[in-house]
């Protein structure tokens, strides 16, 4: 079975700096996705970022960036010019794509503190 | 464009109570599901429909939990009889098929006392 793992519980961050959360996987295939979704208080989560492992070149979103070490099957995020919105929950997750449905694998997520 | 509507947003019952939570996922998107989300953990997939039909409900535990899409628009969950460990969020999200992006609603936050 798939595996997602966060190791870093709770993160901080100043407001305009970078911080990067980190999130490994277990997985014996070699064409998946892989997305960061964001939690705020509000409870609803928001892709911030897909991956396509079969895809080189890391996904950018405005702020948010990753890299993507398919080898090491690392898959960091790193939050640019870090603002007080950016305050959240954040979630790795893992879909394979070969094989019909496969459901989506969460991690345990890290809380992200932005500092003023 | 209209987001996954759910509700209610907050709702405690005692033990061995029923409850129920409705979900409106974003206008034709075919795929729809329930995920539970215990506090500190990342959300677990309950349920998945295509359409009206079941995929995958392997880890919906089915002596107390149900699930049903009628007409594979609208869907409720309900637990009956609920116990201490369903404390929980239940979060519906939809996507427009079975490999696309889910987009979630803001959560059902359920207290079982």
């Known amino acids: 079975a798939q595996t997602v793992t966060q190791s870093q519980p709770e993160m901080s961050v100043q407001e305009a700096e970078t911080v990067t959360l980190s999130c490994t996987y277990d997985?014996?295939?070699?064409?998946?996705?892989l997305f960061w979704y964001k939690q705020p208080p509000s409870r609803q989560m928001i892709l911030v970022i897909r991956q396509e492992a079969y895809k080189q070149q890391n996904a950018t979103e405005n702020r948010f960036s990753v890299n993507f070490q398919k080898a090491a099957k690392s898959f960091s995020l790193k939050i640019s010019d870090s603002q007080l919105g950016d305050a959240a929950m954040y979630f790795c997750a893992y879909r394979r794509i070969s094989g019909g449905y496969q459901k989506v694998t969460f991690g345990t997520g890290t809380k992200l503190q932005v500092i003023p | 464009e209209a987001g996954v509507a759910q509700s209610p947003r907050y709702k405690i019952i005692e033990k061995r109570q029923s409850v129920a939570f409705w979900c409106n996922p974003i206008s034709g998107h075919a795929t729809l599901y329930w995920y539970q989300q215990i506090l500190g953990q990342g959300p677990k997939l309950l349920i998945q429909f295509q359409n009206n039909g079941v995929v995958d409900d392997s880890q919906l535990p089915k002596d107390r939990f149900s699930a049903e899409r009628l007409k594979g628009v609208d869907s409720t969950l309900k637990i009956q009889p609920a116990k201490l460990e369903d404390s929980a969020v239940y979060l519906c999200?939809?996507?427009?098929?079975?490999?696309?992006?889910?987009?979630f609603g803001q959560g059902t936050r359920l207290t079982v006392v």
């Open positions: 999200a939809s996507s427009l098929g079975i490999m696309d992006v889910a987009f």
């Open positions: 997985t014996s295939e070699s064409d998946y996705y």
